[in-house]
Nanobody
Framework: VQLQASGGGLVQAGDSLTLSCVAS????????IGWFRQAPGKEREFVAA????????YYADSVKGRFTISRDNAKNTAYLQMNSLKPEDTAIYYCAADEKAGVYDGKYYATSGIYDYWGQGTQVTVSS
């Protein structure tokens, strides 16, 4: 499957932004989706994940209550709604897909190595 992330941009602190991740190539509904980000000089970190069943969601503590992950299987698209953005949210955001069909816990989905496919990333810059 191919993933294409978009929707990044330059915003001010407190603003909102919605990232999209469009998938192509296989049945999108079978995949769990994760969003990760990488700031300059830092390692890639987990942001949010949504199980393929659309029942379970997982968030990093740093974004909990501000970010919302969702998906529209009919559009083969996952979203990351980001509210109350902070300068520390500045990073390249990546979407990823996990094709394994099991049910795992949040720690599993927060691990970048479990994802089978990655998008190219979209830059989010939050000015103070």
């Amino acid at each position: 499957v191919q993933l294409q992330a978009s929707g990044g941009g330059l915003v001010q602190a407190g603003d909102s932004l919605t990232l999209s991740c469009v998938a192509s190539g296989r049945t999108f509904a079978d995949y769990s989706i994760g969003w990760f980000r990488q700031a300059p000089g830092k390692e890639r970190e987990f942001v949010a994940a949504l199980h393929w069943s659309r029942i379970d969601t997982y968030y990093a503590d740093s974004v909990k209550g501000r970010f919302t992950i969702s998906r529209d299987n009919a559009k083969n698209t996952a979203y990351l709604q980001m509210n109350s953005l902070k300068p520390e949210d500045t990073a390249i955001y990546y979407c990823a897909a996990d094709e394994k069909a099991g049910v795992y816990d949040g720690k599993y989905y927060a691990t970048s190595g479990i994802y089978d496919y990655w998008g190219q990333g979209t830059q989010v810059t939050v000015s103070s």
